[in-house]
């Protein structure tokens, strides 16, 4: 059983759509971290968050954490080719593991 | 330019094979994993080492052993492989604690076990 569920697991959209990708866990997590993936690379970081309902902005992309830091979306506005890969969310605790749910593959349409 | 080496991107092996992984890293970080991907699985972590000659139990040690004799490298080995092992197997390392620190991870291994 995954401790972070993500939804979709697949997603395809067109060039200049907007995409919302979910983590959600019955868990609290001290913090939450979204990585992206590409095909032949190791997964690199794009943003972590640790506190309830924070929301952090990198360029077209807007992260969330819950209030209760038990769930996590990530919006991207107006998606381009570039950010075609497998997103991650990875959850943290006290300890030394963080909790990876199972991603969501995305593919962005030139 | 940091980085995180794995020795091996392709392997292929026969059931029954020892099988060992490297990883280096340049970093000079005290915490290093071993995670295994597998298609709608996620990560799940294998083995942990937050310094020299200290290791612990992920997930899903079953089947695999670490070493870390140096603080920049770290070994997963495979006693006796088998084909529920072929699996992509990414190491990872950060300073401090990975829960907010950001995991650097090396750009993967694909094993494949006959």
């Known amino acids: 059983t995954q401790l972070l569920e993500q939804s979709p697991q697949f997603l395809s959209i067109q060039e200049g759509e907007n995409l919302t990708v979910y983590c959600n866990s019955s868990s609290v997590f001290s913090s939450l971290q979204w990585y992206r993936q590409e095909p032949g690379e190791g997964p690199v970081l794009l943003v972590t968050?640790?506190?309830?309902?924070e929301v952090k902005k990198l360029k077209r992309l807007t992260f969330q954490f819950g209030d209760a830091r038990k769930d996590s979306s990530l919006h991207i506005t107006a998606a381009q080719p570039g950010d075609t890969g497998l997103y991650l969310c990875?959850?943290?605790?006290?300890?030394?593991?963080?909790?990876f749910g199972a991603g969501t593959t995305v593919t962005v349409r030139a | 330019d940091v980085k995180v080496t794995q020795s091996s991107r392709y392997l292929v092996k026969r059931t029954g094979e020892k099988v060992f992984l490297e990883c280096v890293q340049d970093?000079?970080?005290?915490?290093m994993f071993w995670y295994r991907q597998d298609p709608g699985l996620g990560l799940r972590l294998i083995y942990f080492?937050?310094?020299?000659?200290?290791?612990e139990k992920g997930d899903i040690p079953e089947g695999y052993s670490v070493s870390r004799e140096k603080k920049e490298r770290f070994s997963l080995i495979l006693e006796s492989a088998s084909t529920n092992q072929t699996s992509m197997y990414l190491c990872a390392s950060t300073t401090g604690g990975p829960s907010t620190g950001e995991l650097f991870f090396g750009e993967g291994s694909r094993l494949t076990v006959l």
């Open positions: 968050v640790v506190t309830g309902g």
């Open positions: 970093m000079d970080h005290e915490n």
């Open positions: 080492s937050y310094d020299v000659k200290m290791k």
């Open positions: 990875a959850g943290g605790t006290n300890d030394y593991k963080l909790s």
